[in-house]
C-alpha cells in the first residue's frame, strides 16, 4: 500500500512502521513526552532537528521519508475540579453573545470573522422565480441521462443520504475510474465564492458545466443534453415554467442545477442551536472544544465565520510533492508557484456526515487532528527539489499544538456538534420514468417533516 510508504502513512498507521510506535503512535494516543514504545522492538532513533528550524527545546522532530511532524508534549491534563471549574467558567462565558465571547487567538495578520448562524440568504436574482428553478434542478441534478452513458447523475457522487457527498476516498468517474479527489458535499455552497478543492470555478453554474463536459467525469456535451431532454415533454413544461419558454439549452441546465444547491442550506446543528442561545445544546466536551477551535487548537486561523471556512487557500501540507498522491492543488489552476500546494479551507459544517477528509479522502476525522496536533508535515525537498520553485510551502498558521487525550476528545465532540439532523430527500420521479415505491408519497411515512 502506498499511504504507507508515505510520511503520513508512517504517522498514521498503527499497525505496521518502526519509528512510528515510538514519537508519533506513543505521542498520538497521548502518551506523554517520555520515549515510550508501545510496540516493537526498535529502540527510537533519535532524530536530527533540521537547522531550519527554531531551536525550542520542547519540540521534538519526528522524521519520516518526505519531512517531518513537530512533537510539543501534551500539556498536562485538568484534574476532576479543575475542569469542573473550567467547564463551569465556560459556561459563562459562552452564554453570551459571539461578539462577547473570550477573545480568540488569532494570528498577527489574519482577517477574520467570528463563528455564527448562516445567514439568512436573499434569493439571488438569477433563481427568479426560485420554486420552479429549483423543481427543475432537482429533477435534473437526479437524472443520469445528462450523462454519456445514461447512467451518472450528479447525486451519484452528492448523495443526499451520505450528506451529498460520496463517501469515499476518491469519487468513481466513467468506466469506474477513480477520480484524483474527494467529492465534497454541495451543502451549503450557496455561501462559497469559488468552488472545486482548488477554486477553479467561480460560480455553481461554471462548475455544473465544468463536471458534465468533462470525460472523466459524465462525459457529455451539449447536443446530448438537449437532445435527451428535448424527448421529454416534462422537461419542456419544467423550463417553460422556470425560463418563460421551453427552450433547452446548457446554460439553462446550468442554471437550474446552480438554483437547486442554492437551497440546499444547513444550520441545524446543535451547535446553531446553542448560538440561538439554548446553551444546553453543547455538551462540556464540546463547549470545551469550541473554546480549543478558537484559542489554543488555533483552528479559528482558517476555519472561522457562519460556514467555518475563511473560503482562501492554504496549504496545509498535504501535497504530497514529487510522490504518487501529488496534487499541487490550486496550482494546477492558476499557474501561480505561490499557490502550489494550496487548497480551500474546507466549511466544518455537517463535518461528521462526510467521511473521509481532505482533498484526497485518505484521511478519518481522529487522523485529521492528530495531524493538526503534530502541526501537519512540513516536507523537506530532495537535493533534486531544493530549486524548484512549485516546491510547496506549508502555512505558518500551523504549529504543534501539544493538545493531550481529554484535548483531542473535546476538539472532535465540537466537530460532532456540527451534524445536521438526518433527514430523508426524496428522490424525485424523473420525467419519462415510472415512479419508484420509495419516491415521491409512498415515502413520506418514513421521512422527517420539513
Ligand atoms: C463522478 C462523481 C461526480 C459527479 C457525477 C459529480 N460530481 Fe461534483 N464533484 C465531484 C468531485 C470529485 C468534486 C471535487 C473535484 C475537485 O475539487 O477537483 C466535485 C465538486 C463539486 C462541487 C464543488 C463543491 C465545493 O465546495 O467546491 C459542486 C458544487 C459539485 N461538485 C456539483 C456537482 C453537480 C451539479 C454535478 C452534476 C452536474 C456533479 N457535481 C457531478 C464528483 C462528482
Ligand atoms: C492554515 C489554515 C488552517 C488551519 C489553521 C486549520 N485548517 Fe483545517 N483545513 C484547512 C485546509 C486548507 C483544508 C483542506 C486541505 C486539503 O484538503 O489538503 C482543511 C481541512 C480540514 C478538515 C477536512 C474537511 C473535509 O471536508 O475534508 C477538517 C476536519 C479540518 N480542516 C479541521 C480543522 C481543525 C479541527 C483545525 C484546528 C485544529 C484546523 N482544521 C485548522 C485549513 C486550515
Known amino acids: 500500500m502506498v499511504l504507507v510508504m508515505t510520511l503520513i502513512g508512517e504517522i498514521l498507521n498503527f499497525r505496521r512502521g518502526r519509528w512510528l510506535l515510538f514519537g508519533a ?10 520515549a515510550v514504545m508501545l510496540r516493537g522492538d526498535e529502540p527510537p532513533r533519535a532524530p536530527a532537528a533540521p537547522s531550519s528550524l527554531p531551536a525550542t527545546p520542547q519540540i521534538r522532530i519526528i522524521r519520516g521519508r518526505s519531512g517531518f511532524f513537530e512533537r510539543l508534549p501534551p500539556r498536562p491534563p ?4 479543575a475542569r469542573a471549574e473550567h467547564i463551569a467558567r465556560l459556561r459563562l462565558e459562552y452564554a453570551k453573545p459571539p461578539q462577547n465571547w473570550p477573545a480568540p487567538l488569532i494570528d498577527a ?97 461554471d462548475q455544473a458545466i465544468q463536471v458534465l463536459m468533462n470525460p ?7 447536443e446530448i443534453v438537449i437532445q435527451r431532454l428535448s424527448q421529454l415533454p416534462d422537461y419542456g413544461t419544467a423550463f417553460q415554467e422556470a425560463f418563460g419558454t421551453s427552450e433547452i439549452t446548457l446554460d439553462r441546465v446550468s442554471r437550474a442545477l446552480a438554483a437547486f444547491e442554492r437551497t440546499l442550506i444547513g444550520g441545524r446543528s446543535r451547535f446553531d442551536a446553542f448560538l440561538s442561545g439554548k446553551s444546553a445544546a453543547l455538551s462540556d466536551e464540546a ?18 465565520g457562519p460556514l467555518l471556512s475563511d473560503k482562501r487557500f ?11 498522491y501529488e496534487d499541487l492543488g490550486r496550482y494546477r489552476s492558476t499557474g501561480d508557484v505561490a499557490d502550489s500546494g494550496k487548497f480551500r479551507t474546507p466549511s466544518l459544517r455537517n463535518i461528521t456526515a462526510t467521511r473521509p477528509y481532505m482533498h484526497n479522502g485518505l484521511f478519518e476525522l481522529e487522523n485529521v487532528i492528530n495531524l493538526y496536533n503534530a502541526g501537519m508535515p512540513t516536507l523537506v525537498p530532495k537535493p533534486d527539489q531544493e530549486n524548484d520553485p512549485r516546491f510547496p510551502k506549508k502555512s505558518p498558521l500551523l504549529k504543534p499544538l501539544g493538545l493531550n487525550p481529554q484535548d483531542v476528545a473535546d476538539l472532535r465532540a465540537f466537530l460532532e456538534s456540527l451534524e445536521e439532523p438526518r433527514t430523508r430527500f426524496r428522490p424525485p420521479k424523473l420525467p419519462g420514468r415510472e415512479a419508484s415505491p420509495v419516491d415521491g408519497a409512498a415515502a413520506d411515512n418514513f421521512s422527517d417533516p420539513r
Open 25 to 34: 503512535t506513543a505521542w498520538l494516543a497521548g502518551v506523554a513526552n517520555s
Open 78 to 81: 485538568r484534574d476532576q475540579a
Open 109 to 205: 495578520g489574519v482577517e477574520w470573522q467570528e463563528l455564527g448562524l448562516l445567514p439568512s440568504q436573499p434569493v439571488s436574482a438569477l433563481d427568479v422565480p426560485l420554486e420552479p428553478k429549483r423543481q427543475l434542478g432537482r429533477l435534473l441534478f437526479f437524472d443520469p441521462r445528462l450523462s454519456h452513458s445514461g447512467q451518472m447523475a450528479c447525486a451519484s457522487c452528492h448523495d443526499p443520504d451520505l450528506g451529498w457527498a460520496d463517501g469515499r476516498t476518491v469519487s468513481f468517474g466513467t468506466g469506474r475510474l477513480s477520480l484524483p479527489r474527494n467529492a465534497p458535499s454541495i451543502m451549503n455552497s450557496a455561501f462559497q465564492e469559488a468552488f472545486f478543492w482548488d477554486g477553479r470555478a467561480s460560480s455553481l453554474e
Open 216 to 222: 472523466d467525469e459524465m462525459n457529455s456535451s451539449p
Open 287 to 304: 463547549l470545551s472544544g469550541l473554546d480549543l477551535f478558537r484559542r489554543e487548537a488555533r483552528c479559528l486561523n482558517c476555519h472561522h
Open 314 to 324: 492554504h496549504d496545509v501540507g498535504l501535497s504530497y510533492f514529487g510522490r504518487s
